[in-house]
């Protein structure tokens, strides 16, 4: 299918890899010129060279903490009007609530509520005065379906979530959406990290844990990658333009919820 996004440009944070790389790797593959992101500027630099000789289009590594000013400054002057804009960011590590100082929260509120707002503030009306934008969040499942351990992730997240519902009904009209994603267990490094919490839980080994995790899902697997990935570029696409404002599931059936 033609997205119908070929020769845009898109900003996608923490995208060297997991989730954020699968969504760079996607929206390349649809024709669409990248600002990739990451801390690791060697790995940043591979990623880039590979996705531009795998699809031929223009990617442009920023080594840089997105949280900071300084960062969302960098990726800015390398796209100073994107068409489309991925929030991504990691999220704090598993942790019991009453280990958490006013410190760490307030760094995890930045991370993953302050850091998007700030960079949807930036793009938002460049976005409007063009006719065309498409911003997608990575947030979580938590958000929907809490998980003990990641309270301040899914706290940050959901206040994104709420501060920018209604954001996202402003600008409809001016064919700019505004949507969030919301990963369960994907295959990426991140679930290495569910997988050592449960180890050192139930003492059992990984592929004990890993194989009870995947059977409580409906599915029975882990989410791979390309499927997130893909799913970010149609919500980025021309195709896309009624939907705003909603958080998109993809978590294997896990959430039992019917709405």
């Given at each position: 299918m033609d997205l119908g996004i070929k020769g845009k440009h898109a900003i996608v944070?923490?995208?060297?890899?997991g989730l954020g790389r699968a969504c760079a790797q996607a929206l390349a593959e649809a024709g669409v010129n990248l600002v990739?992101?990451?801390l690791n500027e060697q790995r940043l630099i591979a990623v880039a060279k590979d996705i531009e000789e795998s699809t031929g289009v223009k990617?442009?590594?920023?080594?840089?903490?997105?949280?900071?000013?300084a960062g969302q400054q960098?990726?800015?002057?390398?796209?100073?009007?994107?068409?489309?804009?991925?929030n991504n960011n990691a999220g704090p590590p598993l942790k019991?609530?009453?280990?958490?100082n006013k410190e760490a929260m307030v760094e995890?509120?930045?991370?993953?509520?302050?850091?998007p707002i700030s960079l949807?503030?930036?793009v938002l009306d460049p976005m409007a005065q063009k006719g065309f934008g498409r911003i997608v969040n990575i947030t979580s499942m938590t958000v929907k379906m809490p998980v003990a351990g990641l309270d301040l992730?899914?706290?940050?997240?959901?206040?994104?979530?709420?501060?920018?519902a209604g954001i996202a009904r402003t600008v409809a009209d001016k064919n700019v959406t505004i949507n969030n994603i919301l990963p369960g267990y994907f295959a990426t490094d991140r679930l290495e990290g569910v997988f050592n919490a449960g180890m050192a839980r139930t003492g059992h080994d990984r592929d004990t844990v890993a194989a009870e995790l995947a059977g409580k899902i409906p599915a029975h697997r882990f989410g791979v990658p390309d499927e997130f990935g893909n799913t970010c570029a149609f919500l980025c696409s021309q195709y896309a333009g009624y939907i705003t404002g909603q958080n998109i599931l993809l978590d294997g059936g896990l959430n039992p919820s019917a709405f």
């Open positions: 944070c923490a995208s060297s890899r990739i992101n990451g990617v442009i590594p920023v080594a840089a903490d997105v949280s900071t000013e960098a990726l800015l002057t390398a796209c100073p009007e994107p068409d489309i804009l991925v019991d609530f009453r280990q958490l995890g509120l930045n991370m993953n509520m302050l850091t949807i503030q930036r992730s899914s706290g940050a997240r959901a206040g994104l979530t709420a501060f920018l």
